[in-house]
């Protein structure tokens, strides 16, 4: 299948070595933690259902580049600057389809993020999609993301008048799908008029923490020790299926607007006029529905985290959101890149707390890494993304520090290329990625305007990992603000410019 735009690997198939021994030949010079178990490996003081958080901690004490086993597996991670800049060479390395996101395949199958490299699905669905991301559709989704954050909204006021606080992660996952739902697929899950995540929700959250589950199981025992979990992550999958197939036949009886759905079922790719297959189509719509909100939920609630707990960052946040949009009721496309600070808070967010906190990459041939370490064709490494952005040597000795000043203009030329990755990388990093920051930029702007947050001062910040980051049990309280304040002056870049119910939809379990 000929493309309009490189493909990731080029060439024919690759298969990821399983384990670091066979794809690193001299893996005895990377560090390894000092206490392995026989069998286990290097699970001493790690929590299986923090792998992410566990792994921090070994990196903070193995350095840049270190390795861990786990249950057979040995696994090599980098995150220092310098490595990560190598391995984000496209002409050496690729995306490398392993571990987490492997395991979503029989969910995802090759839709375009668990897609390998060799699929031609997907180059196919990178060309006919892509402009759905284009600025020109993004102005188009700007109305919906409006209308469903003034849903948002409507709901906090409820909650600000009766005195109770919010639960962030819960309601900015509402958000997000709801966004990503209407903007891409016509489709209304009507997530603010329940009490409870949607079914889809739960379904998701099941099969990407069963995705995580897997990891930390040793294969061959995996059928006996997760066979409760599989056969209920089978209901999970089934569900997806149901709500996406329902959504699908919905759009073939009414037709859409020229969105994401639109583009998967009519669009031929424009050089070889082919379509996505309907398996195809299937996959794809749970991809953007998945990856389409699961990690802008997180990235909104972290940043809600941060505001509420620095009022001066908040309140300069907020300085900027009156001049820029002065009193206009309903903020225009173009006024939310105008959101400089804003977008420095997110991306700081960011920094912290990259929602997808990790990503693979392979040596497309044998080569070395760093010059110290040999890689065979097709040997990976994870790239862990929360260490790269804490990294001293780039970030300084205060990197835990949450400052949005590190996104300065001047700081970011300041800083080397690939040292701020939270979308990952080349040709396979994140499609949405304009859509997930006009989105966030614009509903924190018409939260600051709206509301002052104060947090719970007992809430110390927990993250809950199921492939991905969110803050758990975040809970703020709202003041509505007065209207009159005197912004700031100028600044000069500014001034250019519980349980929830499993899927009744035709009888889950099958
Ligand atoms: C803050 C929000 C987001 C973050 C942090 C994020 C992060 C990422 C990362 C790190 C990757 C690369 C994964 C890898 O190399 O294995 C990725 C890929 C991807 N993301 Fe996002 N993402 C976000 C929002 C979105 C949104 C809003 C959409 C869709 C509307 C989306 C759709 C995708 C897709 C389809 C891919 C696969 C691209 C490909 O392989 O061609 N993401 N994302």
Redesign the pocket.
């Known amino acids: 299948m000929a493309g309009t735009t490189k493909g990731p690997a080029g060439d024919g198939p690759r298969r990821g070595f399983r384990s670091a021994e066979l794809g690193w030949p001299e893996l005895h010079r990377i560090p390894r933690p000092p206490h392995r178990l026989p069998l286990l490996g290097d699970v001493l003081g790690a929590h299986g259902s923090t792998p992410v958080q566990d792994t921090l901690r070994y990196a903070r004490q193995l350095g840049p580049i270190f390795r861990r086993r786990a249950f057979g597996k040995e696994f090599v991670f980098v995150w220092g600057a310098g490595l990560v800049a190598e391995l984000a060479d496209e002409a050496r390395f690729a ?1 490398h389809v392993g571990l987490g ?1 492997a395991n979503l395949r029989p969910v995802a199958g090759d839709g ?2 668990t897609a390998y490299n060799h699929e031609p699905n ?1 180059q196919l669905a ?1 060309d006919v999609l892509a402009p759905g991301f284009s600025r020109e559709a993004m102005a188009g989704y700007h109305r919906t993301m409006l209308d469903v954050a003034q849903r948002l909204t409507a709901r906090w006021d409820r909650a600000q008048a009766d005195g109770r606080a919010v639960d962030v992660p819960g309601d900015m996952t509402r958000l997000t799908l709801e966004t ?1 739902a209407r903007t891409g697929f016509g489709h209304d899950f009507g997530s603010f008029e329940r009490s409870r995540p949607h079914p889809f929700v739960t379904a998701m959250v099941g099969t990407l923490s069963h995705a995580q589950r897997l990891n930390t199981v040793p294969a061959p025992l995996a059928p006996w020790l997760l066979r409760r979990a599989s056969r209920r992550n089978a209901a999970d999958i089934a569900c997806l299926n149901r709500t996406v197939d329902d959504l699908i036949r919905a759009r073939r009886t009414a037709p859409g607007q020229g969105d994401l759905l639109d583009r998967m079922l009519e669009t031929a790719h424009p050089v070889t006029g082919e379509r996505l297959s309907p398996e195809n189509v299937r996959r794809q719509v749970i ?2 529905l998945v ?2 909100h699961e ?2 939920s997180g ?1 909104l609630s972290f940043a809600l985290h941060h505001l509420s707990r620095q009022p001066e960052v908040a309140a300069r946040a907020r300085a900027e959101v009156d001049r820029v949009w002065g009193d206009t009721a309903e903020p225009a496309y173009e006024q939310v890149a105008r959101l400089r600070y804003v977008r420095r808070v997110l991306d700081e967010t ?1 920094r912290l707390w ?3 906190p990790a ?2 990459r392979e040596a497309r041939e044998d080569t070395v890494l760093a010059g110290a370490h040999p890689m065979r064709r097709g040997a990976w490494a994870l790239v862990l993304t929360p260490m790269l952005h804490r990294d001293p040597e780039v970030w300084g000795p205060d990197a835990e520090r949450f400052d949005p000043g590190r996104f300065d203009a001047a700081a970011v030329r300041s800083r080397p290329p690939h040292t701020f990755k ?3 990388t080349g040709a ?5 990625r304009q ?2 920051l006009h989105e966030a930029t614009l509903v924190l702007g018409l939260l600051l305007r709206r509301y002052e947050l104060r947090p719970d001062p007992g809430y110390r910040l927990r993250v809950t990992e199921r492939l991905t980051l969110m803050p758990e049990g975040l809970r703020l309280h709202l003041d509505r603000r007065t209207a009159g304040a005197t912004p700031p002056p100028l600044e000069p870049a500014a001034r250019d410019g519980g349980s929830a119910p499993r899927c009744p939809v035709r009888g889950a379990g099958d």
């Open positions: 995306k996101v375009l993020f997907w990178h990503i991809t953007f990856a389409g990690t802008t990235a960011l990259p929602t997808a990503f693979a939270p979308f990952g396979r990093a994140c499609i949405g859509f997930a």
